[in-house]
Structures are given as structure tokens and as C-alpha cells.
Nanobody, 119 residues
């Protein structure tokens, strides 16, 4: 059983910062690409940032220059540092990981953590 548990969400004023963290646990033979997605009310879930096993990163245009994704392969964690937050960043943020558990590569999701940016 694989679990992804996010932490670090909350409320912040515009211009503020938050750091999200996601820890992967369970039967993990190999941990592949990890990512953060978000979903605001009434919208589709969208990719925010992605990091591969070699550290290569990709960002949504809305995240470039403000957000930084990083990972710690020894601890099976992925982080998202979010700076200069705006109300448009308000959403539920989900951790995503590609995991090989011994037979196949599968896609796993966390339960989500709410980020609210408002004054």
C-alpha cells in the first residue's frame, strides 16, 4: 500500500509564501517523476510543477519565477516552495508520484491540501 501525505497548506495574505511538502510511504521499489497539481473550484486539475528523478524540473507558466519544486530521494519527499502568492493561487494542491511497487509503474495521488490566498 502506497500513501502520499501532503502538509504545509493554509491561509496566507497576497504576496506571502507557503511551503508544501509531500511524503511517500509504503511499498516503493522505485520512485519516478513527482509533481504538484492544483484544482480550484469549478476548474480542472492542472499541473503546477514537475521534477524527474534526475532533478529536471518543469513549471506551469503561472508558477515560473515564483514556485520552486524540489525532492529528497533519500526521504521520498517532494516540496513546493511558493512565493509571491496571489488570490489566483487559491486551490487544493495535490502531490503526484509515479511509483514502481514491484510489478508495474503506477500513478499515485495525495489527498490534497488547501491553499487560500486572501487579504
Amino acid at each position: 500500500q502506497v500513501q502520499l501525505v501532503e502538509s504545509g497548506g493554509g491561509w496566507v495574505q497576497p504576496g506571502g509564501s507557503l511551503r508544501l511538502s509531500c511524503r511517500v510511504s509504503g511499498r516503493i521499489v522505485s520512485l519516478g517523476t513527482m509533481a504538484w497539481y492544483r484544482q480550484a473550484p469549478g476548474t480542472q486539475r492542472e499541473l503546477v510543477a514537475r521534477i524527474s528523478t534526475d532533478g529536471t524540473t518543469n513549471y506551469a507558466d503561472s508558477a515560473k519565477g515564483r514556485f520552486t519544486i524540489s525532492r529528497d530521494n533519500a526521504k521520498n519527499t517532494v516540496q513546493l516552495q511558493m512565493n509571491t502568492l496571489t488570490p489566483e493561487d487559491t486551490a487544493v494542491y495535490y502531490c503526484n508520484a509515479r511509483i514502481f511497487s514491484g510489478s508495474t509503474w503506477d500513478n499515485y495521488w495525495g489527498q490534497g491540501t488547501q491553499v487560500t490566498v486572501s487579504s
